[in-house]
């Protein structure tokens, strides 16, 4: 059983298209992450949800707005695309927030704006 | 200054080699340390944690330097398998901080034959 899967896979969209990223996990967590994974690999949090509350939200444009519908599930939506955007998105999840826990993550979405 | 900072590489080493990686942190607030390992194309996944007094794993050796704000990881006997990226990675707690891991861009490592 995947812990933390994420669909799709492979995205492929052209600008000013929106388009959502689902993220689930099954390992009982209470805290999820979105991370974003640039071309010259840096991984950057954006956002964070500890029971379905948001806790972190870093210097993100409100194009993208996560939603929690409950503590196993954390979507992505992404409104109009732009080139600056592809990127690899990777969900991720962690028991706790803030006690030095470990970070299981989904195997990630590729997205290309083309 | 980036919070966390390490030499990306690559590390092309032969195998049975030892190599090291350093990384530093600028906020002296970190509470705690982490390295993650990334394979190509794939999510990173929890290596170690590092302790304030040194910890090892088999062959792995992870060392903290608070006074220095550095974090290194050794890895003796490399194997084929060790290739990888290795992300340090720094939990800061505290303001808007809480509960924040940065990740280090990630040093690239390749064990050949």
């Known amino acids: 059983d995947t812990a933390v899967s994420q669909t799709p896979k492979y995205l492929v969209t052209q600008m000013g298209n929106d388009k959502s990223i689902k993220c689930e996990q099954n390992?009982?967590?209470?805290?999820m992450y979105w991370y974003k994974q640039d071309s010259k690999k840096f991984l950057k949090i954006m956002f964070s949800?500890?029971?379905?509350?948001?806790?972190i939200n870093e210097t993100v444009p409100n194009r993208f707005s996560p939603k929690s519908p409950d503590k196993a599930h954390l979507n992505l939506h992404i409104n109009s695309l732009e080139l600056g955007d592809s990127a690899v998105y990777f969900c991720?999840?962690?028991?706790?927030?803030?006690?030095?826990?470990?970070?299981?993550f989904g195997s990630g979405t590729q997205l290309s704006v083309l | 200054r980036k919070e966390v900072e390490q030499d990306p590489g690559p590390f092309n080493v032969p195998e049975g080699a030892t190599v090291a990686f350093n990384c530093t942190y600028s906020?002296?607030?970190?509470?705690?340390f982490f390295w993650y390992r990334q394979d190509c194309r794939k999510e990173p996944k929890l290596l170690m944690s590092?302790?304030?007094s040194g910890n090892e794993d088999g062959r792995f050796t992870a060392q903290l330097n608070r006074a220095s704000q550095y974090i290194s990881l050794l890895i003796r006997d490399s194997k084929l398998s060790d290739s990888a990226t290795y992300l340090c990675?720094?939990?800061?707690?505290?303001?808007?901080?809480?509960?924040?891991?940065?990740f280090g861009q990630g040093t690239i490592l390749t064990v050949h034959p």
């Open positions: 991720a999840s962690s028991f706790q927030m803030g006690q030095g826990e470990k970070l299981f």
């Open positions: 390992l009982g967590h209470d805290t």
């Open positions: 949800y500890n029971n379905k509350e948001l806790i």
């Open positions: 906020n002296s607030a970190s509470q705690s």
């Open positions: 590092v302790y304030s």
């Open positions: 990675v720094v939990n800061s707690r505290g303001g808007t901080s809480y509960g924040k891991l940065t």
